[in-house]
C-alpha cells in the first residue's frame, strides 16, 4: 500500500546541508488500522480498508459500530478503501504507520478540500486584471465587462469565468518532496504547501508521475 490518511498540523520551515531554508508542511500521517480486506473472490476486486481519526463510540451509528466491531477495530472518523495489488500482505486490525509506507527522498500526491473562500467576484476568483481605473470609469473597476458573444448564437457559453462561489474544492497537489520522517512520533515534512487549512484530514500517496 503506497496511501495514509492524516491532519495537517500548519507550515514551518527547516535546514539543509546548505543552510536553506525550505518551506514545509507538516502532516501527522497515521497510525491507520486496517479494518477490511477485500478481495476478488468474495468482492470482485482487491482492495484494503483503512480508517484514522479519534472518534467517540457512541457517535457512530450501528451498522458502522458493527463493521468496525467485526474487525475487532475502534470506530474512527475517516474510513476510505485502497486499491492493492497484492492483499497477502494485510490482515484485519493490523496497524500502518508513516515509514510503512514512504521514505525520505520520495515524491508524494496529496489530497485535501481547499479553503473555503466564499462568493468572490472575477478578479480574486479567475485573476482577472480589471477594467481601466483612469478618468472617466464609474465604479466599474472590479467589473467581469461584457460576458456575451453576439447575436449569433445570442447565449453566454457554459462556463463562462464569473462571479461565484470559491474554494472548499477537492484539489490534489502532484509530486511533493518528502523533507524528512518523523517515525516515533508519526510526523511528515512535505515541501511546500497542501490544500486544506489547518486541522483539516488530507490523503498522502505515493506520487503517480515521479520522475527519477
Do not use: W
Not at 514551518?12 to 477485500?38: E, L, M, N, S, Y
Not at 510503512?100 to 527522498?105: A, S, T, W, Y
Not at 465587462?145 to 447565449?155: E, N, Q
Amino acid at each position: 500500500m503506497n496511501t495514509i490518511l492524516g491532519l495537517k498540523l500548519g507550515m514551518t520551515q527547516v535546514f539543509d546541508d546548505q543552510a536553506r531554508a525550505i518551506p514545509v508542511t507538516v502532516i501527522k500521517a497515521g497510525p491507520c488500522h486496517v479494518v477490511q480486506v477485500k478481495t476478488v473472490e468474495k468482492d470482485g476486486y482487491s482492495a484494503v480498508q483503512i480508517s484514522f481519526g479519534d472518534v467517540k463510540p457512541g457517535s457512530v451509528n450501528k451498522p458502522t459500530a458493527g463493521h468496525y466491531a467485526k474487525a475487532g477495530v475502534d470506530p474512527a472518523r475517516h474510513l476510505i478503501e485502497v486499491r492493492v495489488d497484492d492483499i497477502s500482505e494485510y490482515q484485519v486490525g493490523q496497524v500502518i504507520k508513516i515509514a510503512d509506507v514512504l521514505e525520505k527522498g520520495q515524491k508524494a500526491d496529496v489530497s485535501g478540500v481547499s479553503k473555503g473562500k466564499g462568493f468572490a467576484g472575477v478578479m480574486k476568483r479567475h485573476n482577472f486584471a480589471g477594467q481601466n481605473a483612469s478618468h472617466g470609469t464609474h465604479k466599474t473597476h472590479r467589473a467581469p465587462g461584457s460576458i456575451g458573444a453576439c447575436a449569433t448564437p445570442a447565449r453566454v457559453f457554459k462556463g463562462m469565468r464569473m462571479a461565484g462561489r470559491m474554494g472548499g474544492d477537492r484539489v490534489t497537489t502532484l509530486s511533493l518532496e518528502i523533507v524528512d520522517i518523523d517515525a516515533e512520533r508519526d510526523l511528515l515534512l512535505l515541501g511546500g504547501s497542501v490544500p486544506g487549512p489547518k486541522g483539516s484530514v488530507v490523503l498522502v500517496r505515493e506520487a503517480v508521475k515521479a520522475r527519477g
